[in-house]
């Protein structure tokens, strides 16, 4: 892994806690309540990544999971969390 992977992966792990429900994109990781997104950062991540889904941050089991879609090749990202407080996420990236 490259830096410039390690960054995407960083700001896609930061982008999984914004609230994407009835928010556009940049709305939502402006507005990230761990550590939000500027606004150039937000246009950038915006101009290269989508949210394909996000589960219910209301899940009493509090697990939480974001999928993003790569703009610019077919790979997606999916980031699991066990609660909002976990430090611990698991990347899985594929096609």
């Known amino acids: 892994m490259n830096t410039t992977q390690l960054k995407e992966f960083v700001q896609l792990g930061q982008a999984a806690y914004a609230f994407f429900a009835g928010k556009t994109m ?24 989508s949210v394909l889904t996000q589960s219910s941050e209301l899940d009493p089991s ?19 969390e066990e609660a909002p407080d976990e430090v611990c996420r698991a990347f899985f990236r594929g096609k």
């Open 62 to 80: 509090g697990f939480s999971a974001t999928v993003f879609q790569d703009k610019a090749n077919p790979n997606r990202v999916i980031l699991i």
């Open 26 to 49: 940049t709305e939502a990781l402006t507005a990230a309540p761990n550590g939000p997104f500027a606004e150039g950062e937000a246009q950038q991540f915006t101009e290269r990544y």
